[in-house]
């Protein structure tokens, strides 16, 4: 019944399903509009009626085949009792978390009543969603989660953060064990709310160095697959291990994950040889090339497809839609996915 889900279940359909990373958000109108209404971005976040609607807001402009839930990574460590704020132009901010202390800091206590506005806006959303529409739910994967909640703020490097992990490499592995348990459990919530489909996002995976690899992405992202796919058999999970080039293949065969969304620098004919046939490939497409439009546009989506050989893949970015994009170059670039045969 929806082209995004069939894809999972190995029907092809005709052109490939297309969403985007960061679809709601500030290169739209409407969605400037309800933030406004808002004093800050986790007043939005936790407010079910608002979040449902900023999540439906892409939907009712471009025929999008699937919904992702409004909400950020940055909930769970809220949820925990960390202070996370989000201050205009300057990103998230938190109350850095020391290794030495996280389980005295940190507590799962109130979790699912803290989350619970997460949960009630998929339920609010689902009931308004055409069922040919997939609904994606999601969470941080555990390194990306962890950086943030020990350097406080995004980073080029998160020198902070995984100087603290090298220094104490025992804490730091027993805090993404906590985070991947954590992951699972706002997950499987998630999916008993409504969502049909899950993406993890490891934006800053390319920051952890080979020799941690294993112990630092794929064994904590293991974990967190192993624990839905036994909750919930054949969900579609959508993996988002940004910059890790040819770690890739490991990522895939050891994490077991059903999909992955790739960034920008991985070439599509790399991964088309390289990972699985049976893995659903997702992304790659350049956010800038969105911006500038026209016939750049036009030839990056040709070769996309092109490059994609006939296998069934999920039209997206390569990442998230940055807010100087003229939704009309979105309009555009749904129309030419929509034509491809
Ligand atoms: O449309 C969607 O994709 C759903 C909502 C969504 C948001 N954040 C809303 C948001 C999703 C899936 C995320 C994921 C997220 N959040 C990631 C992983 C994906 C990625 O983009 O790398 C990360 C690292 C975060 C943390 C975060 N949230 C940062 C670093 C920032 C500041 C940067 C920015 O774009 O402003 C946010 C804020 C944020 N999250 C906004 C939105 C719409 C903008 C805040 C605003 O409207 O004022």
């Given at each position: 019944m929806s082209q995004f889900l069939d894809i999972f279940k190995g029907i092809k359909s005709c052109c490939p399903p297309i969403w985007f990373m960061r679809q709601a958000g500030r290169y739209l109108p409407e969605y400037l509009e309800v933030r406004k209404r808002c004093k800050g971005f986790l007043d939005l976040c936790y407010n079910p009626e608002l979040a449902a609607e900023v999540t439906l807001q892409p939907l009712k402009r471009f025929p999008l085949d699937a919904a992702i839930i409004f909400s950020d990574i940055l909930v769970i460590p809220h949820a925990l009792g960390q202070k996370v704020s989000f201050e205009e132009g300057t990103g998230p901010k938190l109350d850095p978390l020391s290794l030495d202390s996280f389980e005295e800091r940190l507590t799962f206590k109130n979790f699912f009543k803290n989350a619970a506005p997460v949960?009630?806006?998929?339920?609010?959303?689902?009931?308004?969603?055409?069922?040919?529409?997939?609904?994606?739910?999601?969470?941080?994967?555990?390194?990306?989660?962890?950086?943030?909640?020990?350097?406080?703020?995004?980073?080029?490097?998160?020198?902070?953060?995984?100087?603290?992990?090298?220094?104490?490499?025992?804490?730091?592995?027993?805090?993404?064990?906590?985070?991947?348990?954590?992951?699972?459990?706002?997950?499987?919530?998630?999916?008993?709310?409504?969502?049909?489909?899950?993406?993890?996002?490891?934006?800053?995976?390319?920051?952890?160095?080979?020799?941690?690899?294993?112990?630092?992405?794929?064994?904590?992202t293991r974990k967190i697959v192993s624990n839905l796919s036994e909750a919930f058999p054949n969900l579609p999970f959508i993996g988002f291990p940004k910059g890790i080039g040819t770690n890739?293949?490991?990522?895939?065969?050891?994490?077991?994950?059903?999909?992955?969304?790739?960034?920008?620098?991985?070439?599509?004919?790399?991964?088309?040889?390289?990972?699985?046939?049976?893995?659903?490939?997702?992304g790659n497409l350049d956010p800038v090339l969105l911006v500038a439009g026209g016939e750049s546009l036009k030839k990056a989506i040709f070769s996309i497809h092109e490059e994609m050989q006939g296998?069934?893949?999920?039209?997206?970015?390569?990442?998230?839609?940055?807010?100087?994009?003229p939704p009309s170059h979105v309009e555009t670039c749904v129309q030419i996915v929509k034509g491809l045969r």
């Open positions: 949960y009630q806006t998929i339920h609010l959303t689902k009931s308004r969603l055409s069922p040919s529409k997939a609904l994606i739910g999601f969470a941080g994967a555990p390194w990306t989660l962890a950086l943030y909640m020990i350097e406080g703020e995004g980073s080029r490097d998160f020198a902070k953060a995984k100087g603290q992990a090298f220094e104490n490499e025992k804490v730091f592995t027993a805090l993404l064990d906590y985070l991947s348990e954590v992951v699972s459990l706002h997950l499987i919530e998630q999916v008993k709310a409504g969502v049909q489909t899950l993406q993890l996002f490891d934006t800053w995976a390319g920051l952890c160095p080979a020799t941690h690899f294993e112990k630092w992405i794929t064994s904590p890739l293949g490991e990522y895939v065969t050891q994490t077991k994950i059903s999909g992955v969304s790739l960034d920008i620098s991985t070439p599509i004919s790399w991964a088309t040889e390289n990972l699985p046939s049976s893995l659903i490939l997702e296998r069934p893949y999920i039209f997206n970015l390569g990442h998230g839609i940055l807010p100087q994009t």
